[in-house]
């Protein structure tokens, strides 16, 4: 079971907006803004999306944003495109046995 | 450019011991905290072990902790995952993944490897 709780899947039509959600508890997610978004492409390794709660790398387009409040952290797409579709994973410095934290993952379908 | 390459997946059968290697190129290797995580098949992503830059301080997951070895070799620019006693549900993926930086600021993996399979089965 994972320590972070994400929907299991998200879709949307080219276009429209979606938005993952990511909940942990005040050791992790509430505690730090060390939030991190991964894509994760079929059969591909994970990149970095959001870094820090809400910042991009370089070179993600700044239809991905991040944000955060309380125990939950979450990731919107705007303009989805087809592109888009990938598994997506949340993940948080955390205070507990393990120093990060991953959510189960939530995969993005676009219709 | 960053590369990560991970070597020495592969079938072994349970209770045997398999090492993996990861080989970085692109950046400094000797000042960047390494780690490793695995995904089992159609499963989430897993954090397993991380190792400062110096190899003096390691960690890991609750679930291999006693059974993994993380290191490294700085002149070879080589990190390391000593696997023993390997059990069914230690079968996934295994990627090897630099932290961006050994700071509050620098808590997320900005490059992965490709990962290799480790299949543990009789």
């Known amino acids: 079971q994972s320590a972070l709780t994400q929907p299991a899947s998200v879709s949307g039509s080219p276009g429209q907006s979606i938005t993952i959600s990511c909940t942990g508890t005040s050791s992790d997610i509430g505690g730090y803004n060390s939030v991190s978004w991964y894509q994760q492409p079929p059969g591909k390794a994970p990149k970095v999306m959001i870094f820090?709660?809400?910042n991009r790398p370089s070179g993600v387009p700044d239809r991905f944003s991040g944000s955060k409040s309380g125990n939950t952290a979450s990731l919107t797409i705007s303009g989805l495109q087809a592109e888009d579709e990938a598994d997506y994973y949340c993940s948080s410095y955390s205070s507990s046995s393990t120093p990060f934290v991953f959510g189960a993952g939530t995969k993005v379908t676009v219709l | 450019e960053v590369q990560l390459l991970e070597s020495g997946g592969g079938l072994i059968q349970p209770g045997g011991s398999l090492r993996l290697s990861c080989v970085a190129s692109?950046?400094?290797?000797?000042?960047?905290?390494m780690n490793w995580v695995r995904q089992a098949p159609g499963k989430g992503l897993e954090w397993v072990s991380n190792i400062i830059g110096s190899g003096g301080s390691t960690n890991y997951a609750d679930s291999v902790k006693g059974r993994f070895t993380i290191s490294r070799d700085n002149s070879k620019n080589t990190l390391y995952l000593q696997m023993d006693s390997l059990r069914a549900e230690d079968t996934a993926v295994y990627y090897c993944a630099k932290r961006y930086e050994n700071t509050p600021r620098g808590r997320y993996f900005d490059y992965w490897g490709q990962g290799t399979l480790v299949t543990v089965s009789s």
């Open positions: 692109g950046f400094t290797f000797s000042s960047s905290a």
């Open positions: 820090e709660v809400s």
